[in-house]
């Protein structure tokens, strides 16, 4: 039914094909404090697909070292970032 280039094999043996939702841009991004130090084991991941509904996905370090999404929100404003390379805010 799916063409073999689709098709990936779970961790129990079975097969599933990949899907499309959607395509577009992605925005990640992390934190920091006021003081300039890196909030740890944080960041986001902000989906920006061509229909233009933005969704965020906020990502944290658990306690045993694996990466889980603890928030999923629909982002209806823009949303403005900091290019530290540049020097300049950057606006989704």
Known sequence: ???????????????????LIATGRMVIYKY?????????????????????????LMIVQSANGKEIIVNRVKISSEMAFYDEKKKSVVKF
């Open 1 to 19: 039914m799916y063409p073999e280039e689709t098709i990936t094999i779970t961790s129990k043996g079975e097969k599933e094909a990949r899907v």
């Open 32 to 56: 920091k404090k006021m003081d300039g130090s890196e909030v740890k084991g944080k960041y986001s991941i902000l989906l920006i697909p061509e229909n233009g509904e933005k969704e965020r």
